[in-house]
T-cell receptor, first 115, second 110 residues
Framework: GAGVSQSPSNKVTEKGKDVELRCDPI?????LYWYRQSLGQGLEFLIY????????KSGLPSDRFSAERTGGSVSTLTIQRTQQEDSAVYLC?????????????FGPGTRLLVL | KNEVEQSPQNLTAQEGEFITINCSYS?????LHWLQQHPGGGIVSLFM???GKKKHGRLIATINIQEKHSSLHITASHPRDSAVYIC????????????FGKGTHLIIQP
């Protein structure tokens, strides 16, 4: 079956613009994660959705970042008033139920460049 | 806050060599993940373990819960094993996302 997909694969934007990044998890997976991979910073957790529960937003770096998950499936990560330090690869992952002992399946990422 | 440390940061070896990558973490965890990232490629999950040892082909992952340490071994290494290997921990409580090490950049020369 299809894996996790993300769009767009690349995004170039100007500083101050808003961007939306999309993630389609594996069908049937109720847990969805957003991560960011910056040069020199490694991977960091941003936000976690599990079913209909309130998302865990503890990793979001500022209030310019927000995410939604509609209908328990597709998720959108929005970055408002983008800054150059937001340039990174944004990765989405999903797992079956969010159990701590589950494999996470990663999407190919969206490479964001803020000029 | 959990800190995840990996060593070495970079490793170059000859084809056929036995490879060991180490990972240590600072607080109790519920699971430890080993991930592989090829240049320009996506991230693939290799192992998820909470105790003991797992083996898949030429890859072996071990974890020592008491010592807060895990190792990834590659036997009979091959140039196609060249990639960044990342260990990541899943906490017992708090945020449910993974906490990542900075990765080990492995190059296997023919």
């Amino acid at each position: 079956g299809a894996g996790v997909s993300q769009s767009p694969s690349n995004k170039v934007t100007e500083k101050g613009k808003d961007v939306e990044l999309r993630c389609d998890p594996i069908s049937g997976h109720t847990a969805l994660y957003w991560y960011r991979q910056s040069l020199g910073q490694g991977l960091e957790f941003l936000i976690y959705f599990q079913g209909n529960s309130a998302p865990d937003k503890s990793g979001l770096p500022s209030d310019r970042f927000s995410a939604e998950r509609t209908g328990g499936s597709v998720s959108t990560l929005t970055i408002q008033r983008t800054q150059q330090e937001d340039s990174a690869v944004y990765l989405c992952a999903s797992s079956t139920s969010g159990s701590r002992l589950e494999t996470q399946y990663f999407g190919p990422g969206t490479r964001l460049l803020v000029l | 806050k959990n800190e995840v440390e990996q060593s070495p940061q970079n490793l170059t070896a000859q084809e056929g060599e036995f490879i060991t990558i180490n990972c240590s973490y600072s607080v109790g965890i519920s699971a430890l993940h080993w991930l592989q990232q090829h240049p320009g490629g996506g991230i693939v999950s290799l192992f998820m373990l909470s105790s003991g040892k797992k083996k898949h082909g030429r890859l072996i992952a071990t974890i020592n819960i008491q010592e807060k340490h895990s190792s990834l071994h590659i036997t009979a290494s091959h140039p196609r094993d060249s990639a960044v290997y990342i260990c990541a921990s899943k906490g017992v409580g708090g945020a449910d996302g993974l906490t990542f090490g900075k990765g080990t950049h492995l190059i296997i020369q023919p």
